[in-house]
């Protein structure tokens, strides 16, 4: 009898470890589903922006759409910021998260000059939001390493 319970005590422990140890899978597919969308959104917006950036300076259609994306991204990077990162990417969130203080930086900046008519595919191409931008976007392959 001794022998059963503690089989059963075993298998119980065992099983309650093995929860924890699938949240943390599942916590970790999330964050990387989640972190690759980001990604994918920032890495669109950084391959529009400038083209829509030329087309503003003449086009009020061109112009509320660019307002409108700058003010998504900076919505997306707050957002990002907000998740819980697994243990694994921690380091990763952290690196991402200070381009996202640039970044929104940088779209604010921006969406002042579009406001002001101002803005320009050359001052677009060279503002700190495109390079920020691609900074994100390089950190994808790492991202995609969290979901294997």
Request: net charge negative; proline share 2%; with cysteine.
């Amino acid at each position: 009898m001794k022998i059963m319970l503690t089989v059963v005590a075993g298998v119980g422990l065992l099983s309650a470890g093995g929860c924890g140890m699938l949240d943390q899978v599942t916590d970790g597919l999330n964050y990387t589903s989640e972190a690759t969308g980001y990604v994918e959104k920032v890495k669109t917006f950084a391959e529009e922006a400038p083209e829509l950036a030329e087309q503003a300076v003449n086009d009020a259609d061109a112009k509320e759409k660019l307002e409108a994306q700058l003010e998504t991204i900076q919505q997306a990077a707050a957002d990002f910021n907000e998740l819980t990162p697994p243990d694994a990417a921690g380091e990763i969130h952290q690196t991402i998260q200070e381009h996202n203080e640039t970044l929104q930086k940088s779209a604010e900046d921006v969406l002042k000059q579009v406001e002001e008519g101002k803005v320009s595919l050359e001052e677009m191409e060279q503002s700190d939001i495109v390079k920020n931008a691609k900074q994100i976007t390089d950190v994808m392959g790492q991202i995609e390493k969290l979901g294997e």
